[in-house]
């Protein structure tokens, strides 16, 4: 494939096109390994071992895996009154949450530390302590990690030991290289009920092809491009993204975005 043209959607790489909403589960099975392969290299399956607690105030995170072990915890605020499981937005950095607001609406907020799981600039973190450098992204390490505070909230409620937060109800929120950690970490686990990336840049919602491209009117800020964002950080690319971000038509994948002027 070498298109400058974004890739279709709904039609799988074989050249079969998608008839019916059931085949959409094969369709996003495959467009998964092709961002692993191309973009942010793979992310791992659940470890061996992952327990922990929930409370009114934290969840505690213990892994095991191969031999290694880690643990870290995210702080979570209620709201006020809150009366059986609720809902919750997970906030990297703890960024990008208006407790006020969500609270007044019943929700929970929840603060990931995600530069404790992976730094942008450094692939030493609690992440590759686990599974060493696989050359995966500082967003794949994120996304890892989120998942684990989901294990811990599903496998508590089946337990009987979560009625704090709904695991069925949980979004993640970011803002600029946040923006595009919540933009993947959405994408890399359904159990996330919604995912709301801001000002996500480049590596984030805007697509390779238009970035690369560029095209703004007066007085328009462009995006960032892609050797910039490369060079910046390139925790939020997998090492396999080298190959192909000065060449990015040949990726059979893209994503979704216009140009986005923030990173």
Known sequence: MNTSTLPDL???FDGARMSKRSEWRCRRAE???AVEKYIHGEKPGRPDTVTGKVSSSSISVHVEHGGKTIDFSVSVSLPRGANGPVPAIIGLGGGSLDRSLLAGEGVATISYDNNRIASETSRSCLFSNIYGNTGASAQVAWAWGVSRILDVLVDERDAGRNDIIDPTAIGVTGCSRLGKGAFTI???????ALGIPHESGTGGVSAFRIVNTNPVGPNVKPAQSL????SEAQGWFGTVFGNYRSNVNVIPVDTPGPPDPEG
């Open 10 to 12: 709904f039609e799988f």
């Open 186 to 192: 959405g994408a890399f686990d359904e159990r996330i």
């Open 227 to 230: 050797s910039s964002a490369w």
């Open 31 to 33: 467009l998964k390994k």
